[in-house]
Structures are given as C-alpha cells and as structure tokens.
C-alpha cells in the first residue's frame, strides 16, 4: 500500500471557477477526513465519512464546498465559485476505526489550491 | 467551543531534552495523539495517549492528564531533522480530530 494519494498536488484557478480534488485512502481504512491548512496554522476540520456515509461536515464549512465518497473508496472535494479566501493546502486523512474512535490518521501530501 | 493552545516556538539545541506542552477544551475528549510536520510535508502520527500518564517511543514520549486538561510531548536526544512543527490533536467523541495551532521546533547546532 502506497498510503493516501491525493491529486491534483497543485492547482491555480480564476476566482469564481469550481475545482475537485480527489483522495485515495488506504485501501482498508474504513474513515476518511478532509481538512484544511493555511500558512502557520493547524490543519482545520471540514468533514469526515465513515465508509460512503458522510457523519459530519464542520459549520465552518460554507455550502459552496461539498464532498462525496462513492461505494466508501475514494473521496472528492469540489469547492464551487472559489473565492481567494480559499487559498490553502487541502490535506484528506484516513483510519481504521473502532468504536473508540481512531488513534492515528494518515495524511496524503494535500492538495495547494491558489485562487488569483 | 473545542480549542488547543501549544507555544508557537520553541528553539533547541542537538541533543537537548526538549517539551511541548498543550491545554485542551474540547467537548467529548477521547484521547490526545501528537503529529509531526516538516515544511511542505504531511502530518505524520507520533503518539497517542487515551489514558493519563507517559507514554514512550523511542526518543519521544508523551503525557496526558485528563484532570488538568493537559498533556505534553517530550523529545530526547534532539537532533537536526526533529526541526519540524509540532501538532497536539485532541480526539473528538472518536469521530474526528481538533488540531491546535502548532508549534515550531528549531534544533540548533
């Protein structure tokens, strides 16, 4: 297993166009997060699923962000009419969790959205 | 409201003894697990402790107490490469994680 793959690594985008990123977890890891990380800060939760279903999506969230994970493998992340304040490295995570709870998340490399 | 607040910086020298300390005020606190970032890189899993008390890893080791709402990540034999930023995690109702701001650790020659 070659751990959390996200793609694209980089992506620059016009203000107002919508983007996806996509995330591939560790294959047997049934959770799956994707947060954020701006320049000196920790990474801030957004929303996680456990398999397909999606459990929690932070209020901080604005509705232009959605997330899927079909059939509980891969993720996607669209944002829609990005906005400059969206800049930031998108990171998705996942776990192989009981009902206590996952002690460990593996992260991917992220995703470093630029909005101009 | 769940926060974490760690120190911003902290600068050693190689093979120092150094602690990274965090308070927590989280709702449905399961456990506090520590991670570690080099620049451009990902947060990678360092330790996690569910219960009160030390837990060790080679050269690092961590601490919780649930009682003070507080916990520690303790680096031994520092060298070079821990130069990183340093993430405590809290576990939330064993549903997600509420990462405090991080610190950064500067090993020094």
């Known amino acids: 297993d070659t751990g959390v793959s996200q793609n694209p690594r980089h992506k620059i985008t016009k203000r107002g166009q919508n983007v996806t990123f996509r995330c591939d977890p560790i294959?047997?890891?049934?959770?799956l997060y994707w947060y954020r990380q701006t320049l000196g800060q920790g990474p801030e939760f957004l929303t996680y699923?456990?398999?397909?279903?999606?459990?929690?999506k932070s209020r901080l969230l604005s509705d232009r962000f959605s997330a899927e994970r079909p059939k509980g493998s891969f993720s996607t992340l669209e944002i829609q009419r990005t906005e400059q304040g969206d800049s930031a490295m998108y990171l998705c995570a996942s776990s192989l969790t009981n009902t206590g709870g996952a002690a460990e998340a593996f992260f991917g490399q992220g995703t470093r959205l630029t909005v101009v | 409201g769940q926060s974490l607040e760690q120190p911003s910086e902290v600068t050693a020298v190689e093979g120092a003894i150094v602690q990274i300390n965090c308070t927590y005020q989280t709702s449905g606190f399961y456990g506090l697990s520590w991670y570690q970032q080099h620049d451009g890189g990902a947060p990678t899993f360092l330790s996690y402790?569910?219960?009160?008390g030390l837990e060790e890893t080679g050269r690092f080791s961590s601490f919780l107490s649930r009682s003070d709402s507080y916990g520690y990540l303790l680096l031994q034999e520092l060298q070079m490469k821990d130069s990183a930023s340093y993430f405590c995690?809290?576990?939330?109702?064993?549903?997600?994680?509420?990462f405090g701001p991080g610190t950064r650790l500067s090993v020094l020659p």
């Open positions: 294959s047997e890891h049934n959770r």
């Open positions: 699923f456990q398999n397909e279903a999606q459990l929690e």
């Open positions: 402790n569910a219960l009160d």
């Open positions: 995690a809290a576990n939330n109702y064993g549903q997600n994680f509420v």
